[in-house]
């Protein structure tokens, strides 16, 4: 079990945010074979749904818009991080 501190988990969230946020998300899948660089891709239903988030927001509701993004693994990780986690362990 690592320890870590406020700026190393306000580093991890900024970092996750960036990762799946923006027009081009880096977690999105491309090329060809449609690979992914996210870990997490694997159990995420952010892209098999072919529902883009970016225009999704503008046709749901907040409350429709929430529970979609809540299915996100990544979201789920975002919700745990908070200033005063200072242990990070697998259970």
């Not at 700026?7 to 996750?16: E, G, K, N, T």
């Not at 923006?22 to 660089?37: D, L, M, N």
């Not at 891709?41 to 929430?66: H, K, M, N, Y």
Request: hydrophobic share 35%; aromatic share 6%; with cysteine.
């Amino acid at each position: 079990m690592a320890q870590v501190s406020d700026a190393d988990v306000l580093l991890l969230w900024r970092a996750l945010r960036a990762f799946r946020s923006g027009g081009r998300p880096a977690c999105k899948p491309h090329g060809r074979s449609a690979v992914s660089e996210c870990p997490l891709q694997g159990s995420c239903p952010r892209w098999r749904t072919g529902v883009d988030d970016r225009e999704a927001i503008f046709e749901e509701t907040l409350e429709e818009t929430e529970a979609r993004r809540a299915a996100w693994p990544c979201s789920r990780i975002l919700d745990a991080l908070e200033p005063g986690v200072n242990r990070i362990s697998a259970g």
